[in-house]
């Protein structure tokens, strides 16, 4: 049974850093790619990091040079590191795992989820 774990979440200060952490079991993390997402009630879940089965990454715009997607595939955990975070980026992220190589962005191309992990960032 896959199951993906999340951790690391929090409060924080506007321009202060987080880690977040996403352990991954029954499922070989190192082999697919992965993403974070991150969803506001009622508001549709947004992809933030993605990274492929070749470590190639990419990022939503707004979190383009302060987020950064890694994995440790000896541990089999996907890995959030953000910085400068702002208010804007308070939500609930979530850890999905595909059964695809390339890079997708479309929530519904994840097959794997975490329950999820609050980020709330203040002014």
């Known amino acids: 049974q896959v199951q993906l774990l999340e951790s690391g979440g929090g409060s924080a200060q506007s321009g202060g850093s987080l880690r977040l952490s996403c352990a991954a079991s029954?499922?070989?993390?190192?082999?697919?790619?992965m993403a974070w997402f991150r969803q506001v009630t009622g508001k549709e879940r947004e992809g933030v990091a993605f990274?492929?089965?070749?470590?190639?990454?990419t990022y939503v715009a707004s979190a383009k040079g302060r987020f950064t997607i890694s994995r440790d595939n000896a541990g089999n955990t996907l890995y959030l590191e953000m910085n400068s975070l702002k208010p804007e980026d308070t939500a609930m992220y979530y850890c999905?795992?595909?059964?695809?190589?390339?890079?997708?962005?479309?929530?519904?191309?994840?097959?794997?989820w975490g329950r999820g992990t609050q980020v709330t960032v203040s002014s």
């Open positions: 029954g499922y070989d993390a190192s082999g697919y790619s």
């Open positions: 990274i492929d089965r070749y470590g190639t990454t």
């Open positions: 999905a795992g595909s059964q695809y190589k390339t890079l997708i962005y479309r929530p519904e191309d994840y097959k794997h």
